[in-house]
């Protein structure tokens, strides 16, 4: 082997499996959280859920884009966090009756709430803290 093939690589360590495997454990949180009844405060149930949403986002992100930097992962994760919180303010006799499913309500949501939005933000800083302290420890392994 070729010192070019031996060397760490350069930049962030993260892995698609592993970014599958934390989007994957998080919805299974948000899916607990949400639909098995754990007596927990309705704000906590809610807000809580939707954080973890966003958690879930920057996961996919973070594996759709293993190479780029988390400031990175966090802006497009914001950005897709945004459109669907946006996206509850139109209203279509299809999209409607996609909300009121299961699956609807749980991916896209059913009301606008700019308390959302910062649910939203708490989750993805909270990844953004997470994806950094993990690579920061990888590296100095």
Request: aromatic share 8%.
């Amino acid at each position: 082997m070729t010192p070019a093939t031996t060397a760490r690589p350069i930049g962030r360590i993260r892995t698609r499996g592993g970014c599958l495997a934390a989007s994957l454990a998080i919805i299974v949180a948000g899916l607990t959280l949400r639909l098995v009844p754990l007596g927990l405060p309705m704000g906590i149930v809610k807000y809580g859920g939707s954080a973890l949403w966003a958690a879930m986002v920057y996961g996919l992100v973070a594996m759709l884009l293993p190479h780029r930097r988390g400031r990175t992962i966090f802006l497009v994760a914001g950005v897709i966090a945004l459109q669907v919180e946006f996206s509850r303010l139109i209203h279509t006799p299809w999209l409607d009756a996609f909300r009121l499913t299961l699956p609807g309500a749980l991916l896209l949501g059913r009301i606008f709430s700019p308390w959302n939005l910062v649910a939203y933000a708490a989750g993805l800083a909270a990844s953004a803290l997470v994806d950094r302290w993990a690579d920061v420890r990888a590296k100095g392994r």
